[in-house]
């Protein structure tokens, strides 16, 4: 418990920061393990010693500033400002150092070097992986050949070319996986995004009228579903409100099946744009819509339903040059407690059918 606490407190509990800290904490764990086996060759006397504890200091202080740096939050006004780029540039010239200072024991940093190249450029972009393997042979280079100058008896002049082009072998290899990586990673982000696209197309198909954008009655039904259940719980009153062209057989024939269209278009876009955010309103099917009106009683929900009347008798719907008239009938009922959903819509339905039989163009609660 006071380890995680500890933890929370070192590593913080943002998620994002807190990864970019573990891969911090990692490189200097990483670094404090290569900085023990140097001094445990340094005690069987593989390593002189030479230089080892300048090292060791540089190594681990250089790493460890960096992560209290970007702990402590100086760094985040900083393009990298967990500063995994000169981290990872750090690591890679501490290997070179102790190259050139571990004797006879020197090939091991190159095994090192590898693993933090293999951390350190993961998800790097193809440039500036490039740039990080030519710095890398650059200061490897440096070594093998300081080596070879000063301490030709141990670092073998002839094995160091060896060395040296085997090291570079293996850093272009490795830019190269590192790329492949970098494409496979593309590829699934492309997956990924096309995959979602097609996910939100797929419930958009299922949930919205393809004419009018509204949303579909199987939507409808859901939501007055989920209304039913809060107002069970929750003791809300709410209302359905349905809406019918009056005579809309008679649009079609006269103006034509588009012109039909638009007219449920324009209803539809009336009717959206005059609901409060929290209503909503569903093409329930043909020239037929449901309004849900949320946390209304009956008497408000009527006021509602009139003011859309009243609006849809004043908007002509303009077609192909032509103007079309319509008036829409629309019956209101408020939702009673303990009844289910299909009864609420069953007493809208009859109040609907009065307006229609009462002669249209009005409103009826029902
Ligand atoms: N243009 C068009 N017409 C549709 C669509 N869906 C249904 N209709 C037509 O809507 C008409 C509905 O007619 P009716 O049910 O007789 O009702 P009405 O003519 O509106 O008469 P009342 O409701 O009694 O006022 C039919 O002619 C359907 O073909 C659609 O998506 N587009």
């Known amino acids: 418990m006071a380890s995680s606490n500890f933890l929370d407190w070192l590593l913080t509990r943002e998620p994002e920061r807190r990864l970019r800290l573990v891969n911090a904490g990692l490189a200097l764990i990483m670094m404090t393990l290569a900085v023990l086996v140097l001094h445990i060759w340094c005690w069987l006397g593989v390593v002189d010693g030479v230089g080892l504890w300048p090292w060791t200091i540089a190594s681990i202080g250089g790493l460890a500033a960096m992560f209290l740096a970007s702990r402590s939050g100086w760094t985040r006004h900083l393009a990298d400002p967990y500063l995994a780029m000169p981290q990872l540039l750090y690591a890679i010239a501490s290997g070179a150092v102790a190259y050139r200072i571990a004797g006879t024991g020197h090939g091991a940093s190159l095994l090192l070097v590898a693993l933090v190249l293999m951390f350190g450029t993961f998800g790097l972009p193809r440039r500036r992986a490039g740039w990080v393997a030519a710095y890398t042979v650059t200061v490897f280079g440096i070594a093998m050949y300081s080596g070879a100058v000063g301490q030709p008896s141990i670092f073998d002049p002839r094995a160091q070319v ?137 008497q408000s929900a009527q006021a509602a339903a009139e003011w859309m009347r009243a609006t849809l008798e004043r908007t002509p719907v303009r077609f192909d040059g032509t103007i079309v008239d319509l008036t829409v009938s629309i019956g209101v009922t408020a939702y009673i407690r303990d009844e289910d959903v299909a009864s609420t819509l069953a007493r809208a339905d009859r109040a609907l059918y009065r307006a229609k039989s009462a002669g249209r163009n009005r409103v009826h609660v029902g």
């Open 162 to 298: 060896g060395y040296f082009v085997a090291f570079v072998v293996f850093v272009c290899g490795f830019v190269a996986a590192n790329e492949r990586i970098a494409t496979i990673r593309r590829r699934v982000h492309i997956q990924k995004s096309a995959l979602a696209d097609a996910l939100q197309r797929i419930h958009a198909l299922a949930t919205r009228d393809e004419l009018t954008g509204l949303l579909n009655r199987r939507a409808m039904v859901e939501l007055l579903e989920a209304e039913h259940q809060r107002a069970e719980e929750m003791d809300v009153p709410w209302c359905i409100a349905i809406l019918d062209v009056d005579h809309f057989k008679r649009i079609n024939d006269r103006f034509g099946h588009a012109a039909g269209d638009e007219a449920l278009r324009t209803v539809s876009g009336v009717c959206a744009g005059m609901v409060r955010g929290c209503d909503s309103v569903a093409r329930w099917g043909g020239e037929e819509f449901v309004v849900l009106l949320r946390e209304v009683d009956a």
